[in-house]
């Protein structure tokens, strides 16, 4: 743009100061009209000047107005990008906080529970807890043999579980049910003797001495039913032992 008005500039002066066959005489003229020529000239160049000025400033504002433009695009390419991240943004921060949500409520159902076994409160896994009750549930539907089964893995798996004396109890009764009465004896006998302070101790005993009479084996029958009334004299099993023994005489 400068090298636009310097060039300008040149030609008009060159054109102001091209001499015509009348401006051949400019020496004749007098003082005042050299002057006024002069001032003509400068004020030529002056209004050349302030149209060359003006045409600046025209592109000037064109330029501006272009940088403009781009600006404006360039800031709505951004504002654009802002929100498709603002947008990224909030998802993840949605699927995070649903993946801690998730992570957490399995969390919780692998964490022990308190449950109550045979009146007195435990911790217990969840995951015993569900194969004592699909056990449990097998024996209940008549399916002794699988529930047989799934006691037996139970106690070999969690042999410390609060469940354990239950598992072991209810395997007794699968034998009995299925009418194997030794084994019967055999895994009630294991209740006795691992767990005694638990309440299925004394109905173990009673369960075995079921086992004998079955076997006609009266004396062992009689002998399992006083031991209960001696050990566990309070317990609801013992009421039924007097009463047998009382049959017994």
């Known amino acids: 743009m400068k090298n636009l008005i310097r060039s300008t500039l040149a030609a008009a002066a060159m054109a102001a100061f091209t001499l015509t066959p009348m401006q051949a005489t400019a020496a004749l003229f007098e003082d005042e009209e050299a002057r006024r020529a002069i001032l003509d000239i400068r004020s030529r160049l002056a209004n050349m000047q302030s149209e060359i000025n003006a045409k600046a400033d025209k592109t000037n504002s064109l330029d501006l107005n272009n940088q403009n433009e781009q600006l404006k695009q360039e800031i709505s390419r951004l504002r654009g990008q802002i929100e498709i991240l603002t947008n990224e943004l909030a998802n993840a921060q949605k699927r995070q906080k649903d993946?801690?949500?998730d992570l957490d409520n399995r969390i919780r159902k692998l964490e022990p529970q308190q449950v109550t076994v045979d009146g007195k409160e435990a911790m217990v896994e969840q995951g015993e807890q569900r194969a004592y009750d699909a056990a449990l549930a097998a024996f209940k539907s008549g399916d002794y043999k699988s529930a047989g089964a799934s006691f037996y893995e139970f106690t070999r798996r969690y042999p410390q579980s609060a469940l354990a004396p239950s598992a072991q109890y209810w395997l007794g009764n699968?034998?009995?049910?299925?009418?194997?009465?030794?084994?019967a004896i055999s895994a009630q006998q294991v209740v006795v003797k691992n767990y005694p302070d638990s309440p299925k101790a004394a109905?173990?005993?009673?369960?075995?001495?079921?086992c004998h009479?079955?076997?006609?084996?009266?004396?062992?029958a009689k002998k399992s039913l006083e031991t209960l009334v001696a050990q566990y004299p309070d317990s609801p099993s013992a009421q039924t032992a007097r009463e047998r023994l009382v049959a017994l005489k």
Do not use: C, G, P, W
Not at 174 to 183: F, P, V
């Open 99 to 101: 993946f801690y949500v």
């Open 174 to 183: 699968t034998y009995y049910a299925q009418r194997d009465y030794r084994n």
């Open 203 to 210: 109905d173990a005993l009673l369960n075995i001495a079921s």
């Open 213 to 220: 009479m079955e076997l006609k084996d009266r004396a062992a």
